[in-house]
């Protein structure tokens, strides 16, 4: 089958105990669902990742998330920053600059990046949406410069590793 890369897929297997000599508790049968998580890596392609100034200039190409979606519905952190209320689309053109709410524009413009390519059924990007939006969180969360512009400087690297839909 053809499985996405770099998505989590939540699976269940159910498991029949046929109890013999012993307590009955009625019919004899146990059956236990475990539910898990599984991680779907990409083994043997090379990561690839579109620029930020792709997805803006290619809403078309979007498959998951909407443009118009607010930045705050999917980085929480972003509203300690006055930066909830702008869409996705918004977001790509954030300038930043030398103050903490400016350097946090600078990391949501890299990270709606990031989390359109890991959406993408077609890019082969290293980075789970999942782990875009907890990494950013937590960034945004401590409030530390250094800290929010290290991750905007890494998922820059990631999303321009290669856009295959070019």
Request: net charge negative; charged share 10%.
């Given at each position: 089958a053809n499985i996405p890369?770099?998505?989590?897929?939540?699976?269940?297997?159910?498991?029949?105990?046929?109890?013999?000599?012993?307590?009955?508790?009625?019919d004899g049968i146990r059956q236990v669902a475990l539910p898990f998580d599984v991680q779907v890596a990409c083994?043997?392609?090379?990561?690839q990742g579109c620029s930020?100034?792709?997805w803006k200039?290619?809403?078309?190409?979007?498959q998951v998330l909407s443009p118009n979606t607010t930045v705050g519905n999917i980085f929480a952190g972003a509203n300690a920053y006055g930066l909830g209320n702008a869409t996705l689309l918004?977001?790509?053109?954030?300038?930043?600059?030398?103050t903490l709410a400016?350097?946090?524009?600078?990391?949501?413009r890299q990270a709606v990046a990031a989390v359109v390519n890991a959406d993408h059924l077609a890019v082969e990007y290293p980075r789970t949406f999942d782990e875009i939006v907890f990494d950013v969180n937590?960034?945004?969360?401590?409030?530390?410069?250094?800290?929010i512009l290290?991750?905007?400087?890494?998922?820059?690297g990631d999303n321009n590793l290669g856009c295959p839909l070019e």
């Open positions: 890369c770099n998505q989590t897929y939540s699976i269940s297997v159910g498991v029949q105990l046929d109890v013999t000599g012993g307590a009955d508790f009625g083994t043997g392609s090379d990561p930020h100034g792709y200039n290619h809403t078309d190409a979007w918004q977001a790509l053109s954030f300038n930043g600059g030398s400016e350097a946090s524009q600078i990391l949501l937590a960034a945004l969360d401590s409030g530390n410069r250094s800290s290290s991750l905007a400087a890494a998922l820059d």
